[in-house]
């Protein structure tokens, strides 16, 4: 059994969810003359690839340390390709996930919208079209992971939420008058008309309360895994009263297909940090 790398790096210049905090790391002693170098970091949870947690919208659920390992961190899953039809500001369904893979009951779902590319990590880096254009759902996908039963979600964008179904349609004018342009003419309905309040934040505050949460900023190599099952795996910190944590994602695979998948990369662009360029429509 192999691990393929879905996680994002993770540096000081690795952007955290808008207002967020940074990453800040600094050093409090040096080799010379402490003989160790030791580091003091501060962060918010959501930096990076990591888990929302029930408790980040949901008061009585369950904090990051609770999240089970066996039975619900690690699991069956699948990691679904969207990326050739779910653009800037698009609603992506479960009619388009499900014509593109077989969701089983229970699965951990990995949603490829393809903005990673965007991530700060790529040659396409693009903050704001990775945290605030990337595609989303509406309430009806919602509905079917609910009658799915889906463990949790991953997305590799900024966030499991449309942009526009956050306070990013309220800090963001500009690409907010962008979004209702291309609703209308997508859509025939404006942003307002799409997702009225009592949809506000969905994936967040409709799921979490059915123990549905999800996983951001997903990255790494996951154009190796395009509509294809593994077992996935998520390992946050078994950290008490935790609303949302800093991760590690990761498929795993057996021996012979992590060798094909390796071969496959040889020959792919790489990031400077060893990924597969995101860019790469030939995996």
Not at 70 to 88: H, M, T, Y
Not at 91 to 115: A, N, P, Q, W
Not at 121 to 127: I, R
Request: net charge negative; aromatic share 10%.
């Amino acid at each position: 059994m192999k691990l393929i790398d879905l996680t994002i790096p993770l540096g000081i210049q690795t952007p955290p969810w808008p207002t967020y905090e940074p990453l800040q790391v600094k050093y409090f002693k040096r080799l010379a003359p402490n003989g160790a170098n030791g580091q003091l970091v501060t962060h918010s949870n959501h930096l990076g690839t990591h888990l929302d947690g029930e408790i980040h919208f949901f008061t009585p659920g369950k904090d990051i340390a609770s999240l089970d390992l066996n039975d619900f961190l690690v699991g069956p899953g699948v990691v679904v390709d969207l990326s050739d039809i779910a653009g800037d500001y698009d609603i992506y369904t479960s009619k388009m996930v499900e014509e593109r893979v077989e969701v089983r009951e229970g699965d951990i779902l990995i949603i490829h919208t393809g903005y990673h590319r965007y991530g700060w990590d790529q040659p396409l880096a693009d903050e704001v079209r990775y945290m605030v254009k990337h595609p989303g759902p509406d309430r009806e996908f919602a509905e079917w992971a609910k009658r799915k039963k889906i463990k949790w979600i991953g997305v590799d964008c900024g966030s499991a939420d449309h942009p526009m179904n956050t306070i990013i349609r309220n800090w963001m004018p500009r690409q907010a008058a962008e979004a209702d342009a291309h609703f209308k003419n997508k859509y025939g309905k404006s942003v307002e008309e799409i997702f009225t309040g009592d949809k506000y934040q969905l994936m967040h505050i409709e799921m979490f309360p059915h123990h549905i949460i999800h996983l951001e900023c997903a990255g790494g190599d996951i154009d190796l895994l395009l509509n294809q099952r593994a077992t996935i795996g998520c390992f946050p910190w078994r950290f008490v009263d935790g609303e949302s944590c800093i991760c590690r994602l990761v498929a795993f695979v057996d021996d012979a297909q992590y060798a094909a998948l390796m071969k496959k990369k040889e020959g792919l662009p790489k990031t400077k940090f060893g990924d597969i360029v995101a860019t790469c429509k030939q995996v």
